[in-house]
């Protein structure tokens, strides 16, 4: 059975500091793998995907990831933090091919201190 | 465009009570998928829909829980005999297609408290 670890509960940041949030999964193969973000009063939104090819992945609002299939792990990473960047972090793996359920980590809520 | 709508965005009602929760996908979204996010845990996969048809039912935690998608648009979560345990917040989320790869957007939820 696939599972998401998110070893970091809480997490707080200067604004301006370098960020890393901490993703391990278990899959039988290769996933897909996702980084959702879930602001007060927000639904999830997509911050960026893996599927396959280059293992540093590009998202939204200056973050991306990096795939290591030696640690199974997917962290999520910004240079720089700014204060509207407060919010719970979601990793995912979903399986390939045909559509179907993702797995969610328990997520990480981030802080960012001025 | 519109996004993801779900209806009500809270819902207060007593233990042992019927309770039904919607779900508007985005328009030409074809897989339909039903989440439940308890406090402090990551969405759990409920049901998902492809079509009209439930594709993939495996997360239902009992026989009080059933999903109806009758048009292949608007779906309805249902729950008989609320128990207090069943208080979450259950997410509703859409994808274009029948891939993996279809990006699922995420509704902001109802929150249900069972009392």
Same mark, same amino acid.
């Given at each position: 059975?696939?599972?998401?670890?998110?070893?970091?509960?809480?997490?707080?940041?200067?604004?301006?500091?370098?960020?890393?949030?901490?993703?391990? +999964?278990?899959?039988?193969?290769?996933? +897909?793998?996702?980084?959702?973000?879930?602001?007060?009063?927000?639904?999830?939104?997509?911050?960026?995907k893996y599927f396959s090819g280059d293992t540093?992945? @590009?998202?939204?609002?200056?973050?991306?990831?990096?795939?290591?299939?030696?640690?199974?792990?997917?962290?999520?990473?910004?240079?720089?933090?700014?204060?509207?960047?407060?919010?719970? +972090?979601?990793?995912?793996?979903?399986?390939?091919?045909?559509?179907? *359920?993702?797995?969610?980590?328990?997520?990480?809520?981030?802080?960012?201190?001025? | 465009?519109?996004?993801?709508?779900?209806?009500?965005?809270?819902?207060?009602?007593? *233990?042992?009570?019927?309770?039904?929760?919607?779900?508007?996908?985005?328009?030409?979204?074809?897989?339909?998928?039903?989440?439940? @996010?308890?406090?402090g845990q990551g969405p759990e996969f409920l049901?998902?829909?492809?079509?009209?048809?439930?594709?993939?039912?495996?997360?239902?935690?009992?026989?009080?829980?059933?999903?109806?998608?009758?048009?292949?648009?608007?779906?309805?979560? *249902?729950?008989?005999?609320?128990?207090?345990?069943?208080?979450?917040?259950?997410?509703?989320?859409?994808?274009?297609?029948?891939?993996?790869?279809?990006? @699922?957007?995420?509704?902001?939820?109802?929150?249900?408290?069972?009392?």
């Amino acid at each position: 059975a696939q599972s998401v670890t998110q070893p970091d509960i809480h997490i707080t940041v200067s604004e301006g500091a370098s960020l890393e949030l901490r993703c391990n +999964y278990s899959y039988g193969a290769t996933p +897909y793998l996702f980084w959702y973000v879930q602001s007060p009063g927000q639904g999830l939104q997509l911050l960026l995907k893996y599927f396959s090819g280059d293992t540093l992945v @590009q998202g939204i609002k200056g973050f991306e990831a990096e795939f290591k299939r030696s640690q199974s792990s997917f962290n999520l990473r910004k240079p720089s933090v700014h204060w509207s960047d407060a919010a719970e +972090y979601f990793c995912a793996v979903g399986p390939t091919g045909t559509a179907s *359920k993702l797995t969610f980590g328990t997520g990480t809520r981030l802080q960012v201190t001025l | 465009g519109a996004g993801v709508s779900q209806t009500p965005s809270n819902k207060v009602t007593e *233990k042992g009570k019927y309770v039904e929760l919607r779900c508007d996908p985005i328009s030409g979204h074809t897989a339909l998928y039903w989440y439940r @996010q308890s406090l402090g845990q990551g969405p759990e996969f409920l049901i998902y829909f492809q079509g009209t048809g439930a594709a993939d039912d495996s997360g239902l935690p009992n026989d009080r829980f059933f999903a109806v998608r009758p048009e292949g648009s608007v779906s309805t979560l *249902k729950i008989q005999r609320t128990e207090r345990g069943d208080s979450a917040v259950y997410l509703c989320a859409s994808s274009r297609g029948g891939w993996s790869t279809d990006t @699922q957007y995420f509704g902001p939820g109802t929150r249900l408290t069972v009392l």
